[in-house]
């Protein structure tokens, strides 16, 4: 079965520090990748996603994630984070063509002014 | 456009009782995912319905049983409610098997 690990369950960081989110999984075929973000009292959203084609990817907010596909890992960066990145962030994967999508356990990112 | 909306936004049932929820999906969405998500957890597959047809059941029980409507909007039912079933249920809408999830407000439940 596959799983998704998030290295780091809550992490706390200045305005204007750099930021990278760990995430691995563990099924070995073709998978889409992806990142959900939950700002505080609203719904879970995507912030990018990776199907095919070049492994960096861009996202909403100057968020962008790498996958390395010998790493089984996919993670999540931003050069500079703001206050108003505080929020949770969920890796999630998908095995190609496949319906169930397995998240992570999820990394509470808190930014201070 | 329309968001995924989910109804009710919170519930207290006992042990034993059975619940239904409800989940209407974004405009122009066939599919419709169910997924448990426990605290401190993240959200757990429940299962999928495409074009009103079960497409993939993550690992719950048969206590657990959906429906998908001709407009696409969903019922998620859980009987013989246990203690533990006390979760968020997000419902998330996609415009088709495998796109990428929008998700609702979800329900929360709370079985005492």
């Known amino acids: 079965a596959q799983s998704v690990s998030q290295h780091n369950h809550h992490v706390i960081l200045s305005e204007a520090a750099s930021l990278e989110l760990g995430c691995n999984y563990s099924?070995?075929?073709?998978?889409?990748l992806f990142w959900y973000v939950q700002y505080p009292g609203q719904h879970l959203q995507l912030l990018l996603k990776y199907f095919s084609g070049d492994p960096l990817v861009k996202g909403i907010k100057g968020f962008e994630a790498e996958f390395i596909k010998s790493k089984f890992s996919f993670n999540l960066r931003k050069p500079s984070v703001q206050w108003s990145d505080t929020a949770e962030y969920f890796c999630a994967v998908t095995r190609g063509g496949y319906q169930k999508v397995t998240f992570g356990i999820g990394t509470k990112l808190q930014v201070i002014p | 456009e329309t968001g995924v909306t989910q109804s009710p936004t919170h519930l207290i049932k006992t042990r034993g009782q059975q619940v239904t929820l409800r989940c209407s999906s974004q405009?122009?969405?066939?599919?419709v995912s169910w997924y448990q998500q426990a605290l401190g957890q993240g959200p757990q597959f429940i299962f999928q319905?495409?074009?009103?047809?079960?497409?993939g059941r993550g690992n719950f029980p048969p206590r657990f049983s959906g429906l998908q409507f001709p407009n696409y909007s969903s019922e998620l039912n859980v009987n013989a409610l246990e203690l533990d079933d006390s979760a968020l249920y997000l419902c998330?809408?996609?415009?088709?098997?495998?796109?990428?999830?929008?998700f609702g407000n979800g329900t929360r439940l709370t079985v005492t």
């Open positions: 998330a809408s996609s415009e088709t098997t495998g796109s990428p999830l929008h």
């Open positions: 319905y495409y074009r009103e047809e079960e497409n």
């Open positions: 099924y070995g075929g073709t998978v889409n």
């Open positions: 405009s122009g969405h066939n599919t």
